[in-house]
Nanobody
Framework: VQLVESGGGLVQAGGSLRLSCAAS????????MGWFRQHPGKEREFVAA????????DYAYSVKGRFTIYRDNAKTMVYLQMNNLKPEDTAVYYC????????????????????WGQGTQVTVSS
């Protein structure tokens, strides 16, 4: 299984970015998907998750109302639209996949996930 993130970069506070994650090597609809981020010197933290069927989503409190996770099962892609970015959103963002039987369940625990991408840097300047 391979997960490849793209779309990170440098943006001013208040701006927007869209992260993309391309998945390959397994049936995409077997995966619940998630986005996590890691600030320097800190543990990886949950950002957003989406169920296998795309019907369920969950967000960290700090990003709720600003970030949107969605998936395109036909393209085997998952996205994270990030609006109204803040300097505290600066981090390395990781895409993750969890092989699960449950079609509508979302997972916010880093230990649930089976596969990870290499990460993409997002930097928000003030």
């Amino acid at each position: 299984v391979q997960l490849v993130e793209s779309g990170g970069g440098l943006v001013q506070a208040g701006g927007s970015l869209r992260l993309s994650c391309a998945a390959s090597g397994h049936i995409f609809t077997d995966f619940a998907m998630g986005w996590f981020r890691q600030h320097p010197g800190k543990e990886r933290e949950f950002v957003a998750a989406i169920a296998r069927d795309g019907g369920g989503t969950d967000y960290a409190y700090s990003v709720k109302g600003r970030f949107t996770i969605y998936r395109d099962n036909a393209k085997t892609m998952v996205y994270l639209q990030m609006n109204n970015l803040k300097p505290e959103d600066t981090a390395v963002y990781y895409c993750a996949a969890d092989v699960t039987y449950y079609t509508s369940t979302v997972y916010d625990n880093v230990d649930e996930y089976d596969y990870w991408g290499q990460g993409t840097q997002v930097t928000v300047s003030s």
